[in-house]
């Protein structure tokens, strides 16, 4: 008994060890990158003032380098009291307006706000963190009044610039002026514009604070999230921690990680972008130590770890965000890894995304669907930008035409899909590279017959890359026996079509079959195209490719496992492989496509599947066992047989969910005769269903269904119900009510 208590106080004693290193690791990694800064910094300057020319977007382009040094050795100074910090802080801050006289003299002619002069700082990025600084060392002693003035006189003029054009809205570069604005009026509450500072502050940040973010980008989620909680603490604002917003959105991108580590790219974003990545440390910090979250904790550090991954000592950038996370860090708290699995993220109003996975682990299988459109909210918001700025490729704000798209797949950690990156010229590249749908893992519509002579499929898509508002829905997602399913839609009303994805997730053979169902809503001629990307083709045969992406710029990929990517649905189909430009680099573009004239309510569909394996297996092993099942309703309904051992599954996904209900206006209207589908030895009228035959049982799960018939024999049926009330007035009638989902293990005579 005394040995066993021994044993838990050292381990209590080694754990606390491993909590308290950790926060100590924050200090160390931003002392080292001070150090290291500071060496760099007389050659930053010097590269800069050789190479440096206006911004198309904010005219002087002053380098961030100086100011993040700056607030990063003014940390040190506040945590340490070595005056050396603020020493060379102040020189930092003194001499960042000299930076100006790089330009010519009559540089301020150039711009109209530049009425008053060129501002010392006119990247809103950087404001906070120059303020910030100067709020850490103005009463260390090191800071004369001449440095005070000319350090003041700069802030004071960078906080009038911001008037010139105060953009507001729930986004990340309306709440980094207003963080900005509030402690300029922090710094120098007496200057006869503080005032003015800090009712503009609150104004901005008021969209913010009790508000849905307006962005859907990886890149922007974390600098909103990170200047929210920054101006939050120099407003004295902890209430905003008590609204269901901010606690929403933590669990939000917890629920996004992705066995590398890291939130995927959806939107603009680019690959495990390191500061993107160090500012969600101290915003998990922040909500573990106000929420108490184990899972919080956990997340914050496996996002330092992996930056300490790409390298040995940090940028000056992340050390000014660890700064944060060093502060805010709550050292009581266990870090908990999650252990949910294939979810919704969160939820179809705001989150509008789905994670397939089967782990938390570095060689865990992961896909991330992203139906996230515009959406209804934040209208104003949207309306303001739209207007003001040239954002006609982005989906509002800073979004891509990615929804319903693929944005990520990943098994053994290797990257087998995923998304396209953030942009490759301002406001975008050529033909909205990378924000146009084509660019995604999704299905791409046009108007038009692609003629047989148009042997660029690729060419005959691009437009320029304008985005197109379309709305997007949940239909279903269930977590079943064998599968995971969701089923979500997108409704183009401009085009005028509907296209359901239904992604299916067999768990225990590690993969996923995707089947795109499109109902057209008026008649034309359209072209369907079925788009996937990677950087590599390493095999191709009939109606399967074999692919591989074993990097993206700079970061190298595990190259063990690569993607078959097959379509056993081929009827007047056309496939094919084009090079395309996407993620900064060379890539595949692999396509099913299919050109033709429609009548309204014709159906069309493509059938992917997608299985992750090891790049010594031939690809061509798996064909076998995956093939199309008959159906007496083609293109109103798909059926997959599934061949693993003796065990034979059976996939049947309904693509016309209208074929059920009766003409005329009954309740309820759903009749089976009307809605039965046959496939293989099944027969049901379920949206959905995944079956299996093994030996002497049948074991099956099936969504919004009335009945599942094997063989003609039932296995399920919905009982019959009297239901009054009938809108014709005619008298109460006997009929059967769709149950939810129904899942059971049937014994075979």
């Avoid at 050390?319 to 939820?347: G, N």
């Avoid at 990520?408 to 033909?431: E, H, I």
């Avoid at 225990?508 to 089947?515: K, L, M, P, T």
């Avoid at 083609?634 to 059926?639: F, H, N, R, T």
């Amino acid at each position: 008994m005394i040995m066993k208590m021994i044993v838990a106080c050292l381990l209590c004693f080694v754990f606390a060890q491993i909590l308290y290193a950790q926060k100590s690791q924050y200090l160390d990694e931003i002392k080292k990158s001070a150090e290291k800064g500071w060496k760099e910094y007389p050659g930053v300057i010097a590269q800069w003032k050789k190479t440096t020319k206006p911004n198309i977007l904010w005219g002087y382009d002053s380098p961030a380098h100086p100011i993040y040094l700056a607030s990063t050795l003014a940390f040190l100074y506040e945590q340490t009291q070595d005056k050396s910090y603020a020493t060379k802080t102040a020189e930092l801050l003194a001499m960042y307006g000299d930076l100006r006289n790089t330009y010519p003299k009559d540089y301020a002619k150039t711009r109209a706000e530049y009425m008053n002069g060129v501002p010392a700082i006119a990247n809103f990025f950087f404001m906070a963190p120059y303020i910030r600084a100067y709020l850490r060392i103005r009463h260390s002693g090191v800071v004369d009044e001449k440095t005070r003035q000319k350090i003041e006189t700069d802030l004071a003029g960078s906080a009038d610039f911001i008037f010139h054009f105060p953009e507001w809205g729930a986004h990340n570069r309306a709440m980094l002026r207003a963080e900005a604005l509030i402690y300029a009026a922090l710094a120098m509450p007496e200057y006869p514009h503080a005032k003015k500072w800090k009712q503009m502050a609150e104004i901005i940040a008021g969209d913010n604070l009790k508000q849905w973010e307006i962005e859907d980008a990886t890149v922007y989620h974390p600098v909103w999230l990170l200047s929210l909680f920054s101006y939050a603490e120099a407003a004295n604002k902890p209430e905003v921690y008590e609204t269901p917003i901010i606690k929403y959105y933590l669990e939000y991108f917890i629920k996004l990680m992705a066995p590398h580590g890291m939130i995927p790219e959806f939107g603009d974003a680019r690959w495990s972008s390191s500061l993107e990545g160090q500012r969600f440390v101290p915003i998990f910090e922040k909500g573990a130590a106000v929420y108490k979250d184990p899972e919080m904790k956990w997340a914050a550090q496996v996002m330092l770890q992996n930056s300490q991954k790409r390298s040995d000592i940090v940028g000056v950038g992340e050390a000014y965000a660890l700064a944060d996370a060093y502060s805010w860090a709550d050292e009581s708290i266990k870090p908990q890894r999650p252990a949910s699995l294939s979810q919704e993220v969160l939820e179809d109003v705001v989150g509008k995304k789905v994670v397939f996975r089967n782990g938390w682990d570095e060689s865990s299988t992961y896909l991330l669907l992203n139906y996230r459109d515009e959406g209804d909210g934040g209208w104003l918001h949207r309306e303001f930008l739209r207007q003001t700025i040239s954002v006609e490729e982005e989906k509002m704000h800073h979004g891509h035409s990615d929804e319903n798209s693929i944005a990520l797949l990943m098994s053994k950690g290797s990257v087998l899909l995923s998304d396209a990156g953030y942009r490759d010229d301002l406001p975008s590249g050529k033909f909205g590279a990378f924000r146009a749908d084509y660019f995604h893992n999704r299905i791409v519509a046009r108007k038009n017959k692609r003629d047989k002579y148009q042997t660029s499929l690729i060419e005959f898509v691009q437009n320029s890359g304008a985005y197109r508002p379309v709305r997007t829905q949940k239909v279903d997602f269930l977590n079943l026996k064998e599968v995971d399913m969701s089923r979500t839609r997108l409704i183009d009303d401009n085009l005028g079509y509907q296209w359901d994805r239904v992604i299916t997730y067999v768990k225990d053979q590690n993969f996923f079959i995707v089947i795109d169902g499109i109902k057209v809503l008026r008649p034309d001629y359209f072209t369907f195209s079925n788009f996937w990307h990677a950087q590599h083709v390493l095999a191709r045969g009939e109606h399967f490719f074999d692919v591989a992406t074993d990097s993206i710029q700079t970061f190298k990929f595990s190259s063990q496992q690569s993607l078959l990517i097959y379509f056993p649905e081929t009827y007047a189909k056309t496939e094919g492989v084009e090079p395309i430009r996407r993620s900064y680099q060379d890539e595949q573009a692999i396509y099913q496509t299919q050109s033709s004239g429609y009548k309204a309510g014709d159906t069309e569909v493509f059938v992917t599947v997608l299985i992750p394996h090891d790049r010594s297996v031939k690809p061509k092993t798996f064909l076998p066992k995956i093939k199309l099942a008959e159906v007496l309703v083609p293109y109103k309904a798909v059926g997959l047989e599934i061949t693993n051992g003796e065990r034979k599954s059976i996939l049947g996904v309904k693509i016309d969910l209208e074929m059920e209900i009766a003409r005329e206006n009954i309740r309820p209207r759903y009749l089976y005769d009307l809605g039965k589908v046959k496939y293989g030895d099944f027969e049901t009228d379920a949206h959905f269903l995944f079956a299996t035959v093994d030996k002497n049982t049948v074991g099956y799960s099936a969504s919004n269904v009335l009945k599942v018939i094997h063989r003609g024999k039932p296995l399920m049926e919905a009982l019959p119900n009297t239901h009054g009330l009938q809108l014709d007035g005619a008298p109460d009638r006997v009929g059967f009510v769709k149950w939810r989902y129904w899942e059971d293990t049937v014994t075979l005579r």
